[in-house]
């Protein structure tokens, strides 16, 4: 723990986790000897009219075209040079080609091409996974796509204009047969903000969509919208595309030069009028420019942005310089700018550090118009919510309140359900088994008249306006997840250090990891915050062994086994195969069959019917749980988990958080979710708190909540501020 110095061994071997890398690369050693003997069989081979100068200049012309072609997936972890930069290339020919190669180049050559063969197939899953979600994403812009029906209040066009509350009857919506809602019922409230939760994959995005596109009925007086994808790169700044957004204000700006420019051009003895028309319309120009505050419009947006974490100076750049993640924040600052009357977000802080996170949610705290937000963060929706919609066995319930209020209700809830069910069944079975029709009718009648009192006195307890009186009672079906990582061997500590380290990017100045002095054991808790960009990824990497300091030292207990999360992990699983055969591919040794995997993506809560599904079709989330339980199975010392909330639903999340505090391993998290970070660094003994920015590392003088707790005393007076 802390900054503890020593143990372990230098240059040891360790393994990390890696979950992309295919070892099936050929043998180097048989394939530089195949080289050597065609180079040496007489001099008649490709190369053997070739001098010298020549043969160098092929092989610095073969270099440069493998660097153009090098997959650039590493890119967010920006490698140090590959051997062949570093060391270059033999010369052939004369007596040092049929030199013996050296132990340690052996190992070189054999490094450098698993890599490339890693990069090559990490490269073409990327591909077949950029394929799936373009496809995907047509289909969702597809509005045939769905079978959408229902019934809505009518309203003369009078009343029209000025209805905020949206209101939609015996709902359906049906993707591809599919059915996703069925004959239910949902209430949006002028200025209400609504949670909208339930397990991944059945339909809580689509339902946004549906509402964005109007394909589910949203009167003409409510302006809505949905933020899903990342603005359009161009060479207008973050802040230029942040005022951009507000149509009105733009549309205005312009008809004021033009105005302004028809003045200055009249003659002054037009005695036509026109002077007087265009002056009384600019009058009218300027008073609306007035009142909707145009004149603080790019402060306004300004704080927006600072909020969201973007400096003065990334303010001013083009946003097409850019990644997506900082162009998602631009679309979600574009939308917060213009207020729209009904705003949706679909999992708003998946690109957001915890400073920004915390900031938005106390942002939309203050928000007084209506939302509806997607989100697994727990702490974000009690903070931010007033109701909660639960999509539920292709029903929409509705409750008060925020989620903590709703997790209670829903509790109450279901057990009140699978009471009445097994009611229900054990009388209907007993109708049935007496072969009388008239008792079997009997029990329905008396359900029927259960529904109508149910429909008629339910209060706080969910918007039941979608009960069929001639429904029997269903089940609830129990969504449950458990995640669990087993109990490592012990080892010495530290089981990772770094004492002096220093880490450059090649060829880059501006940025690198300075004075780094830390150790982790077995039973470490350790939650790594800063800004996004300032160094939190490469200091995991650098943690991982995927980097290496540039100067300082860095040591490793000999048989260190490190469980890794990161979404490019999941990005690049091996497409082409199930979840099980990829498990038992990964894990040989491991003694377990086909049922065994079964039942572990079971447990992290991966369905039945995609198990022997090819990974290129699953989600993230499901690719996500196929991930967790490659690492349980590796029994890690270590946790090293950048993010690993993004593709989770709520129940995952808590089932993380509970195998985390049973796990005997130390545990390093990089993560947005507050809640999360407050469970896993519950234990002050063990737990410590770095904070990173600008490449150095300080740690902070107290528990993770008295850090959360200073970053939104200081965020809320920036905004109690800003709103005098």
Request: charged share 35%; proline share 3%.
């Amino acid at each position: 723990m802390g900054k503890k110095k020593g143990g372990g061994e230098s240059k040891s071997k360790f393994s990390v986790l890696d979950f992309g890398k295919d070892m099936e690369t050929g043998d180097t050693k048989k394939k530089k000897s195949k080289e050597k003997s065609s180079s040496s069989s007489g001099g008649k081979g490709e190369q053997g009219g070739l001098t010298k100068k020549q043969l160098r200049q092929k092989k610095q012309e073969e270099l440069a075209k493998k660097k153009a072609a090098k997959d650039d997936y590493y890119g967010f972890m920006d490698l140090p040079p590959s051997d062949e930069d570093e060391y270059g290339y033999e010369e052939e020919g004369g007596q040092e080609e049929e030199k013996k190669l050296t132990a340690e180049e052996e190992k070189r050559l054999k490094k450098q091409a698993e890599k490339d063969a890693l990069r090559k197939k990490r490269k073409e899953a990327e591909a077949m996974a950029a394929s799936k979600e373009a496809r995907r994403q047509a289909m969702l812009q597809d509005d045939s796509a769905f079978d959408v029906s229902f019934e809505a209040p009518q309203y003369s066009e009078e009343v029209l204009a000025s209805v905020k509350d949206i209101k939609v009857n015996s709902l359906t919506v049906r993707a591809k047969g599919k059915i996703l809602l069925e004959n239910t019922a949902v209430t949006i409230a002028h200025g209400r903000k609504y949670g909208l939760v339930g397990p991944n994959g059945k339909g809580k995005s689509t339902l946004l969509r549906l509402l964005g596109k109007r394909q589910i009925p949203v009167p003409e007086g409510i302006d809505a919208l949905l933020v899903e994808q990342e603005v359009v790169g161009d060479k207008h700044t973050a802040l230029e595309s942040v005022v951009m957004a507000d149509v009105e204000l733009m549309s205005l700006k312009d008809e004021e030069k033009e105005l302004t420019a028809k003045m200055e051009n009249l003659s002054t003895e037009d005695k036509s009028g026109e002077d007087s028309k265009i002056a009384s319309r600019l009058t009218e120009v300027y008073d609306r420019l007035n009142t909707i505050g145009a004149s603080s419009a790019d402060a306004r947006a300004s704080k927006i942005l600072h909020g969201l974490g973007f400096t003065p100076a990334m303010q001013g750049r083009a946003t097409n310089t850019f990644s997506g993640g900082w162009r998602m924040r631009i679309s979600l600052a574009r939308a917060l700018f213009i207020q729209p009357t009904l705003l949706m977000l679909d999992e708003p802080t998946n690109h957001l550090d915890l400073r920004a996170a915390i900031w938005l949610e106390e942002y939309l705290m203050r928000w007084k118009k209506t939302l509806i937000v997607v989100s697994h963060d727990r702490d974000f929706l009690d903070s931010v919510t007033t109701d909660i919609i639960h999509l539920h066995d292709e029903r929409l319930h509705q409750y008060k309140g925020n989620y903590s209020t709703f997790e209670e209700m829903y509790e109450q809830r279901r057990k009140e359900a699978n009471k009445a069910f097994d009611k229900y069944e054990k009388q209907m079975k007993a109708a049935k088994a007496s072969g009388s029709r008239t008792k079997q009718d009997k029990v329905k009648q008396n359900q029927k008249q259960l529904n109508k009192e149910k429909k008629k006195g339910k209060k706080n307890k969910g918007n039941d306006d979608d009960i069929n009186v001639n429904d029997a009672p269903r089940k609830w079906n129990d969504y449950t997840v458990q995640f669990e990582f087993p109990e490592p061997t012990e080892l010495n500590p530290p089981l990772i250090s770094l004492m002096d380290a220093d880490f450059k990017y090649p060829g880059r100045d501006d940025f690198g990891m300075k004075n780094l002095n830390l150790g982790i054991d077995m039973g470490s808790r350790i939650a790594i915050v800063g800004p996004n960009g300032a160094g939190k990824s490469t200091l995991m990497n650098l943690l991982a062994g995927d980097i290496e300091p540039t100067s300082g030292d860095s040591r490793r207990s000999q048989k260190l086994r490190i469980g890794r999360y990161a979404q490019h992990f999941v990005d690049v699983l091996t497409l082409d195969v199930t979840p099980v055969h990829y498990l038992l591919e990964k894990f040989p040794d491991s003694g377990l069959r086909v049922e065994n995997m079964r039942a572990k993506l079971g447990r992290f809560g991966l369905s039945g019917h995609h198990h022997m599904q090819p990974i290129v079709k699953l989600s993230g989330g499901q690719k996500a749980r196929v991930v967790f339980a490659a690492i349980s199975l590796s029994r890690p010392h270590i946790l090293l988990l950048d993010e690993p909330t993004n593709h989770l639903d709520m129940q995952s999340v808590d089932a993380l958080a509970d195998a985390i505090e049973m796990y005997e391993g130390g545990v390093v998290i990089i993560s947005h979710d507050s809640r999360l970070l407050s469970r896993v660094c519950e234990d002050e003994e063990r737990s410590e708190v770095w904070i990173v920015d600008d490449g150095e590392l300080e740690t902070y003088d107290g528990d993770f909540e008295d850090y959360r707790d200073e970053l939104v005393k200081e965020i809320a007076e920036e905004l109690d501020e800003d709103e005098h």
